[in-house]
Each structure stands twice: as structure tokens, then as C-alpha cells.
């Protein structure tokens, strides 16, 4: 076999060499999908089929399209060259739109708007119209997201909703959203696809010139295409009829925001002469963890069925734990990873997925007390932070004069002494006038203000002038910097406080950030940084440090880690306590269970909580009903009935104590409850004894009778402190930290040093 293809099993080889008409490839996690997508556009390049310009490659992430092309560099070396085809769906989107502006109705540099902004202006648009109820705007907005998700403008989707309550309010403030994103020149992350889409639909000119342009039209996580998206891969791929699509039904694990699973379990209805393959050749993880994911699959029913396998070792088996309580919980996580890496092991082969970003407080709080370093993702992005997106918005304008929503973003940022009442009065000006509120700053001798006020006002507007003209050929990354400079922004910040530092921090690692983009792309434009960024991902964030990654198991799709921790396995969070009666919402979660068991390739630990403190309440839980499918191969302890009652160690820990209290006080009884562990928590082959023989070990080298009561020690994070406890004959210190209080401390695990 020839070198390009002598690294494809015989499952693989098929589909990459099989280039012509439809193709779906139902690859199972693990199994190489990306190896055969890169394979198959090599390929194609090799037997002159296409040129990489001819070649349309949507993947779901910016850094799966960058592997992508690293490993087609890697694989042609000079002969792969450059080609901005490789890109998300959203991406290729933008490159349309722009390209073909004049034709969509709309100006080439228009804003994208995220989440956030998208959430400013529908919020914007509901005072204008004079609305007050908290409930219609909170439904508006997820029904304006709904929309346009169905590709549905605010009339078609007010008569399929007619009768939604307060849909007539509904439409009108999803209409005067729409207007304001064409006053600002802007389009949120649903437009890119819905004006794509329209664009494509209506200007047969257009249509013909991308449809014969791209011979090949390979799509990525094809189970996470929602019904915009699949109409838009259709057209494209209509004039010659190559579309090839890897996915996997038992990951699709997005329905909550579009995506139609019936697009991979029905592709064969749309193209009846398809080829389907089927990749269950797993290379990530070991026999145990994949009889694991297996077994809690095969209880879902849509689905077109696989059964992943492996040539690699039985390897660990899966281990289940319950904790008390959530603090227990993370404690138990911090020990396993602590003494691993003490065996060697580095902190970023751990992962720690949950189903909800809440759980993540728990183990913050205990890998703070004992130094294990870590990352969230899942939750609020690095670039949704509010100083990064003051600074995107200078940066917006000067890309976008239109984009008023930027510019009542940042006018008063930092403090300039123009309120709230002064950029009304601004905003009154501009729609009377037909104008933005840009050109209201520029026209503020026109405003009804006192002098002062329009010096302040005149002041920014020259400021964003001057920015404007100097970005026409001033680099991205020097860009960056005088912006910083010349509205001085970071005084906005620089408060003395921890809170401000943090923030001026994130100011230095998005300027790192910048100089990464500009080093990689040393000719990319404002208006492109602007795109990698606001289309970013959590996955996009990622590097490579050493630290434990906490994340929604959303956050990780995709990734793999030598260990994974899969903690709250409850009825209520895991499964989600909102399931829908059809059945499809629990395949859905049962999916995303699925999605995590693959994550790991090497260990795995389900883990729980007998009683949690959620959403500002303890309650007992019951154990997740995966827990209950599992159990033939998790063993005994997974057979346990569900606890609606204190248990006896919960009692002889502190009973009704639990009803209420914070983590930290009720932990107070857990450490004790370690101490027995063995004779209270339920154990798992391997795991079994682990407390007991790593923690005779630790102890003997550095926990108990190191400390004794009067001692100063320091803590890397909580500084300097008195031993004032010793529980457990000397294996639990308190310790009172100056201006933290009081915290209890395993001896063995915190990071502390004797002064």
C-alpha cells in the first residue's frame, strides 16, 4: 500500500477512497474520523480530482479545522498549501457573506454579534417598545433564538406560534431586534447561517458560482447539523453531488440548540444511492471503559447501531464512588489525582466532567486548599469576560462605525462623565436623523447638552476617529496596543483590588492571545481577527498547561484524557431534571453520558453524592438511572437502592445538619467520615483500599505529627497562617488564615509550609 494510505485500517480505507457521490460515515468515538477526513481531501489532491480551493472541509471547532490542516501540511508538505475552505460552518459562513455582500444586502464589514450582544439589543429593543414583564423578555428571547434556528422570520414564526402566549409581543420585539441589527450593520451567530441560506436560495447567480466551485463537500460532526445548516451543505453540494459526512448518532448531543439528529438517521432517505460505512475500531481507550460505553448505549433506541472495540489491554476497571456530600465528593477526586501525580502522572491528563457548570464550586474549592492547579471551561469564556469584550468593542467600531450597540458599549469606558441620559439623548438624535450613534458623537454640537458634556462627547469621538484612520494600515497587534493606550482602558480596572488585578491580568493574556494570531497570520486583517475571535469555542481555549480541566461535558466533545472523573451522577442533574416526555431528551442525555465515559482513555470514575447543596438547598438525591444501567459492569455497589432517608453515617456525621448548611460547614463531619471510609462507602475492585494504603504512605512522609497546634504555616493561595486544631489524631489540621478564617485542611494533601 502506498505511503499516503498505508495508516488507514480496512475500515478507513473504504470511505477515503471512495470519492464520488454521497457518502456518510458513522465513526464511533475514538475511531479515527479525523485521520480518515484528512486522508480522504489528500487523496483527492493526490489523484488531481480537485485543487484545495475545490475542496469545502466543515469541521464543528476552529482547532479541529487547524489540526485538520496541520495534518494535510504534514502529510503533502509543500504541496498541501493554504485553504480558508477548511474552516467551521459559521466561518465559512462569514467568508461567503462578505464576498458576496452587495448580493445578500449587507455591508462587507459588518459586526457579529455573540450571545451577549445579541442579548443587549433584544433587551434594548423591549424598553423601547415599553415593555416591563421580566418573563416576556426572558421568553422573547429564547424564542427570537428559536426562530432563527427554524430559519423563520418574525411573521412565518408568529403564525406557526400563534398560539404561544404573548406571541404577538413576541413578534414585534423580534422585529425591532432585526432592525436594530441593520441599523448597526451587524448580524448575530443565527443570521450568518440564515442570510447564507437566504443568499443561496435566492440569487441563483451565487448559487451556481459556489456550487461548482466546490467539487468536494466534506462535513464533520454531521449528527450536530441543525436544518439551516443541512440545507446550506445541500446547496453547496448540488451541482456535483460529492458530499461526504462523518458522524456519529450516538454524539449528538446538541438538540437543546438545534441540532436534528434525523439529519444522520434519515441521510440515506435524502441521498437513496449513498454509501454508508461504519467505524468501530476504537484506538483512544481501554476494553473496560469501552464495555462501559457500550452498555449505555445500546438502551437508546434511535439510533443506527455499533459496537466499539479495540485491540488495546482490558486495562483498570471503571470505578464507582458515593461521597456524602459534594465536598467528599471533590475530595475523593483530589487524593486519586494528588496521589497519582505523586506516582508521576501530570496534572493535565485529569478531566473532572459534570452536566452542569454548578458543580464546579466543590472541587475549585478543595484543588485550591491542596494546590492542584486547574481550568474551567463550560462556563463564562475568557472572551465573554467584560474586559475583554469593552476592549472587542473598541475594536468593533473601528472595524464598524455602524455598530451603535458597540459603541454604547464603551462611550462611558472608562469613565468619561457620559451617562446613561446623555447617550438617550444621542440615541434620540441618531433614529431621528437616520444616523448612528457614532455620527451622534461626531454631531454633538447638534445635541440639546450643556457645553461640557459636549466636549466629553466630541473628545471620544475624535478618539475613535483618530483609532479608525490609523487601523487602515497599522498591524492587528500593534492595533491592539493603541487602543489600549490611547483610551487608557485599564485605569478602568486598576482598582488595587483582586478582583481588578484579575481583570488587568486577562488584559495582558488577550494581548498574548493577539500577538499568537498576529504570529500565525502576519497579514490577517481586524475585520478577520475579529471573526476568529467572537466565533471561538470553548475547545478553542484550550493549551496545553498542566492543570486539571473541570468542564461540562459539552465543553469537552471531542477531547480525550488519560483520566476522567464523571462526578453528580443524579436523577435531576445526570440525567437533566428536565426531560421531555417523547423519550428523545433522555436518549439525548444518555447520549452525553456516552460522550463522557469516551472522553477517557486510560481510568475512569463515576462519581456522586448521597446529599447536595444546589441551587441554595440541601437535598438527598437519588443515584443517576445510568448509574442503574451500568451496573453489570460496575458491579455490586452500582446495585444499591436508592437512599430516601438519612444513612447511618449521615446520622452518625451529623444528621439533620445536612438539611441546610453551606459546603464548608457541614464538611466539618467528612474528614471523619474518610477516616472509616472503608467501613461505610461501598467499594470497587481495584479502588478498594486506596484511602487506607496512600494514606499510611502520605502521612509517614509528610501528614500526620508534622504539625501540632501554635504553628505559623503558609498556604500558596490563602497566605499565611496558625495551626489551631488537630483532628483525627493529627490527620485533619484547622488552620486560621490571616483574613480568610478558618479552614480544614487535610495534613497529608495541603501544599503547606512551616515557618
Known amino acids: ?12 480505507l473504504k470511505p477515503v477512497c471512495d470519492t464520488e457521490g454521497a457518502v456518510l460515515v458513522l465513526a464511533g468515538a475514538g475511531s479515527g474520523k479525523t485521520r480518515v477526513l484528512t486522508s480522504r481531501i489528500a487523496y483527492i489532491l493526490r489523484e488531481e480530482k480537485a485543487s484545495l480551493s475545490e475542496i469545502l472541509a466543515i469541521t464543528f471547532t476552529n482547532k479541529a479545522a487547524g489540526e485538520m490542516k496541520e ?37 462587507p464589514n459588518f459586526s457579529i454579534y455573540s450571545e451577549t450582544e445579541r442579548a443587549n439589543v433584544i433587551k434594548k429593543s423591549f424598553q423601547e417598545l415599553d415593555f416591563d414583564d421580566d418573563k416576556l423578555l426572558k421568553n422573547a428571547k429564547f424564542h427570537i433564538g428559536n426562530a432563527k434556528m427554524l430559519g423563520l422570520d418574525p411573521v412565518q414564526y408568529g403564525n406557526r406560534y400563534a398560539r404561544e402566549r404573548g406571541m ?34 435566492r440569487d441563483e447567480e451565487t448559487r451556481d458560482y459556489l456550487a461548482d466551485k466546490f467539487k468536494y463537500v466534506l462535513v464533520d460532526e454531521f449528527q450536530d447539523t441543525n436544518s439551516v445548516q443541512y440545507q446550506i451543505i445541500k446547496l453547496l453540494s448540488s451541482k456535483h453531488g460529492n458530499l461526504f459526512v462523518v458522524g456519529d448518532d450516538d454524539q449528538s448531543i446538541y438538540g437543546w440548540r438545534g441540532a436534528e439528529i434525523d439529519n444522520i438517521l434519515k441521510f440515506d432517505k435524502d441521498f437513496p444511492n449513498a454509501k454508508i460505512y461504519k467505524l468501530e475500531r476504537n484506538y483512544r481507550s481501554t476494553k473496560s471503559i469501552l464495555k462501559l460505553a457500550n452498555c449505555i448505549i445500546k438502551n437508546n433506541i434511535e439510533r443506527r447501531g455499533k459496537e466499539l472495540w479495540t485491540e488495546a489491554g482490558e486495562g483498570d476497571s471503571p470505578v464507582y464512588y458515593q461521597a456524602e456530600e459534594e465536598a467528599g465528593e471533590a475530595l475523593y477526586t483530589a487524593r486519586a489525582i494528588t496521589d497519582a501525580v505523586a506516582r508521576g502522572k501530570k496534572y493535565s491528563d485529569f478531566a473532572v466532567l459534570m452536566r452542569i457548570n454548578a458543580l464546579t464550586r466543590s472541587y475549585e474549592q478543595e484543588f485550591t486548599k491542596y494546590g492542584i492547579p486547574y481550568k474551567v471551561f463550560g462556563g463564562f469564556r475568557f472572551f465573554e469576560r467584560k474586559e475583554i469584550k469593552d476592549i472587542l468593542a473598541y475594536l468593533r467600531i473601528i472595524s464598524n462605525p455602524y455598530d451603535s450597540e458597540a459603541v454604547e458599549r464603551i462611550i462611558n469606558v472608562p469613565k468619561r462623565g457620559i451617562g446613561g441620559r446623555t447617550v438617550q ?8 436623523t ?6 451622534a458623537a461626531v454631531d454633538c454640537e447638534e445635541l440639546p ?6 466636549d466629553k462627547i466630541k473628545d471620544f469621538a ?30 478602568a480596572y486598576d482598582d488595587g483590588t483582586d478582583d481588578g488585578d484579575s481583570k488587568l491580568a486577562n488584559i495582558d493574556e488577550f494581548i498574548a492571545s493577539v500577538d499568537d494570531f498576529s504570529r500565525l497570520n502576519p497579514t490577517a486583517t481586524l475585520d478577520e481577527y475579529l471573526n476568529q475571535v467572537t466565533l471561538s469555542s470553548d475547545l478553542d481555549e484550550m493549551d496545553d498547561g498542566d492543570y486539571v480541566s473541570l468542564a461540562t461535558i459539552h465543553a469537552v466533545k471531542g477531547l480525550e484524557f488519560p483520566t476522567v472523573f464523571i462526578c453528580g451522577l443524579e436523577d435531576g442533574i445526570m440525567p437533566s431534571s428536565r426531560l421531555s416526555e417523547d423519550g428523545r431528551s433522555e436518549e439525548e442525555e444518555r447520549r452525553l453520558m456516552y460522550v463522557a465515559i469516551t472522553r477517557a482513555k486510560e481510568k475512569l470514575y463515576l ?13 438527598l438525591t437519588r443515584p443517576s438511572r445510568f448509574i442503574a444501567e451500568l451496573a453489570p459492569v460496575l458491579g455490586a455497589a452500582a446495585y444499591e437502592r436508592p437512599n430516601f432517608g438519612y444513612s447511618s453515617s449521615m446520622r452518625k456525621y451529623g444528621g439533620s445538619s445536612y438539611g441546610g448548611g453551606t459546603a464548608q460547614s457541614s464538611g466539618k463531619a467528612l474528614y471523619s467520615a474518610y477516616d472509616e471510609y472503608e467501613e461505610s462507602t461501598p467499594q470497587i475492585g481495584s479502588f478498594k483500599g486506596f484511602f487506607s494504603g496512600a494514606k499510611k504512605t502520605e502521612n509517614a512522609a509528610n501528614g500526620k505529627g508534622k504539625y501540632s497546634v501554635g504553628m505559623r504555616v503558609r498556604h500558596p493561595k490563602f497566605g499565611v497562617g496558625m495551626v489551631v486544631a488537630l483532628k483525627n489524631d493529627g490527620n485533619i489540621i484547622n488552620v486560621a488564615f490571616d483574613g480568610q478564617g478558618i479552614k480544614e485542611l487535610s495534613a497529608s494533601l495541603a501544599p503547606l509550609t512551616i515557618l
Open 168 to 201: 404577538d409581543d413576541i413578534v414585534v420585539i423580534y422585529e425591532k431586534y432585526d432592525k436594530h441589527l441593520k441599523e448597526n450593520n451587524a448580524l448575530d451567530f443565527d443570521d450568518l447561517l440564515l442570510e447564507t441560506l437566504r443568499l443561496l436560495k
Open 425 to 432: 439623548i444621542m440615541y434620540e438624535y441618531a433614529q431621528s
Open 71 to 107: 495534518r494535510l501540511q504534514r502529510m503533502l508538505g509543500d504541496d498541501a498549501g493554504e485553504s480558508k475552505w477548511i474552516c467551521t460552518i459559521h466561518s465559512m459562513c462569514v467568508k461567503i457573506l462578505r464576498q458576496f455582500a452587495e448580493k445578500a444586502g449587507i455591508k
Open 607 to 619: 462519581t456522586r453524592s448521597k446529599s447536595r447543596y444546589l441551587y441554595g438547598h440541601r437535598d
Open 1 to 12: 500500500m502506498d505511503e499516503l494510505l498505508k495508516n488507514l485500517n480496512e475500515e478507513q
Open 434 to 439: 437616520g444616523l448612528t450613534l457614532y455620527d
Open 462 to 491: 475624535d478618539l475613535i476617529k483618530g483609532l479608525i484612520i490609523s487601523a487602515v494600515d497599522t498591524p492587528v497587534a500593534q492595533l491592539v496596543r493603541d487602543v489600549l493606550n490611547k483610551t487608557n482602558i485599564r485605569s
Open 449 to 454: 447638552l450643556p457645553r461640557g458634556t459636549k
